[in-house]
């Protein structure tokens, strides 16, 4: 499938963007490239071994050294962790045990007849909002939103005759900036707010930071960011990639060809598979209460916390497109038989050729960056320099907020960067005056106006995949491109309104301000 010609742009944005595109989409393909830069790592560590790297880790005192990749332990370590670094590669199990759900939702037909039922349901002016708030949203299930979503609104927007790609990047926005955004409680807050406490405690022995300390302000993040997500997504992106235009060669699959024709009028007996697939949510929604709420329940632990529930999320969230599907698939016909159902769930396997061999490749290069710590080097340095700045508070906070987007770029874990960051800057905050809490917001924003720009994220490569299957001709170049204007359109977005909570003093969450 391609795009028409995009219009050539005399703004300054338009004609950055270009060039980001041009620059990127001349780099080799993506598999080639994530090889390339696994094999530059090493090389990389070898030519700074020469003029030595090292700083003190905060926490553990102990001194950080760069390792070089290059001797022969480190080349050992390559060939015999190989395996381990591609099994073990962080999206590879939630994408493919995620996808064997969806592959039965898709190809009974539920999803395409959800679609078509939401698009009668949506204004065409609001499907862009729609999806960029389900990204936001989507971090209540971890990580599943880059799996589930991105793939979903790409589908959307092609049955509303407007350019996949665009409806893609969209969720990709949502779930990826909006990470820290959302309307209620998620995993991300207890983790964060547990290494905030840790490091507040290191200046006041007794401070406590509760998971609800930011609260209020991921609230109103939720309606700063959807509303930035819309924009971008109606003004920028969409009319940089230009009319979409389906091809009609044999390249095409009769899979994406029926996926073209989604908005054909829902028969009464697709409506009554609808009924029938919503009402096997709700058993199996009823089934995870029962799993989850009771003090005793299964998914609970002996501590009485849901950390087997939030453990399981892939495999729930499987069942929930699995059981929907089936019954879907029985009611109209598409999914009878066990035959059937193995061949849905084998050719959708079949469609993550593509994203395996990816995998395969960007999981050597993250193993050997994070092996070679100039991801943790880069971390501390940046800290050490920021510590030394002398200025306001305000300033400080902002360009501590930058710092950690530009560590986002090289250190894709939330949890991660903030272990190392944390009992840096938050005791050096508190001795400003500042509260834990607000040091903790600041990160938050820092942290996911970049996720969506950065080849190091770990869900970038099944975003490309996805790209892939509208346009075989596609470069990461047209997808940073496309993304860079959500990160700087939430950059902006989300530090005014950080400003605007420090200068009015506005509770982050409950009984959390922002000074001591």
């Not at 595109?21 to 993506?30: F, H, I, Q, T």
């Not at 381990?84 to 995620?98: D, E, I, Q, R, Y």
């Not at 949502?174 to 507040?200: E, H, I, K, M, V």
């Amino acid at each position: 499938m391609s795009s028409t010609p995009k219009k050539s742009s005399r703004s300054f944005l338009g004609a950055f963007l270009n060039w980001v595109e041009k620059a990127g989409n001349s780099l080799p393909d993506p598999l080639i490239l994530y090889f390339g830069l696994a094999l530059l790592i090493p090389v990389l560590s070898w030519l700074i071994s020469f003029i030595g790297w090292s700083r003190v880790h905060p926490v553990t005192g102990e001194t950080i050294g760069l390792i070089n990749l290059m001797t022969a332990e480190q080349i050992q370590r390559m060939f015999v962790e190989a395996e381990h670094n591609f099994t073990s590669f962080p999206p590879l199990g939630a994408v493919l045990v995620t996808m064997l759900g969806i592959g039965v939702a898709e190809r009974s037909g539920l999803i395409g007849t959800s679609l078509k039922l939401l698009v009668e349901a949506t204004p065409r002016s609001l499907i862009s909002v729609v999806v960029v708030f389900a990204g936001v949203m989507s971090s209540m299930a971890a990580d599943a939103g880059y799996v589930v979503l991105t793939p979903l609104g790409a589908v959307l927007f092609a049955g509303m005759g407007r350019h996949p790609l665009a409806g893609l990047c969209a969720a990709f926005a949502g779930t990826g900036g909006g990470f820290s955004a959302n309307l209620l409680l998620t995993s991300l807050d207890p983790l964060l707010s547990g290494f905030t406490q840790s490091a507040a405690q290191l200046y006041d022995a007794e401070r406590s930071v509760t998971p609800d300390g930011n609260y209020f302000f991921m609230i109103a993040s939720v309606l700063v960011v959807t509303t930035a997500g819309w924009f971008v997504t109606e003004r920028i992106v969409e009319p940089r990639l230009g009319q979409w235009n389906p091809d009609t060669d044999d390249s095409e699959t009769e899979h994406e060809k029926k996926q073209d024709l989604a908005l054909q009028a829902i028969t009464p007996l697709e409506r009554k598979g609808l009924r029938g697939a919503l009402i096997t949510v709700m058993v199996t929604g009823a089934a995870l209460v029962a799993l989850t709420i009771p003090q005793n329940a299964v998914l609970r632990d002996a501590d009485g916390t849901l950390g087997p529930m939030v453990q399981s999320l892939v495999i729930i969230i499987m069942l929930f497109f699995i059981f929907p599907g089936l019954t879907y698939g029985w009611i109209v016909g598409t999914g009878r038989s066990s035959k059937q159902l193995a061949g849905m769930m084998g050719d959708t396997m079949a469609t993550m050729g593509g994203y395996i061999v990816l995998a395969f490749a960007a999981a050597q290069f993250v193993a050997y960056f994070q092996w070679s710590n100039m991801g943790l080097l880069t971390a501390l340095t940046g800290a050490e320099i920021l510590k030394g700045i002398g200025v306001g508070n305000l300033p400080l906070i902002l360009t501590f907020v930058f710092l950690a987007a530009g560590i986002n770029l090289v250190i894709g874990s939330a949890s991660a960067k903030w272990g190392i960051m944390a009992p840096v800057f938050v005791p050096m905050f508190m001795a400003l005056g500042l509260s834990p809490e607000m040091t903790q917001a600041a990160y938050r924003v820092g942290d996911s106006i970049t996720n969506m720009i950065t080849p190091l994220n770990p869900y970038f490569p099944i975003v490309l995949s996805f790209a892939l299957r509208y346009d075989r001709k596609l470069g990461i170049g047209t997808l940073v491109s496309s993304m860079v204007p959500y990160s700087i359109a939430f950059a902006i977005g989300w530090t005014i309104l950080l400003v605007v909570w420090y200068l009015l003093g506005l509770p982050l969450g409950p009984g959390a301000g922002i000074r001591l």
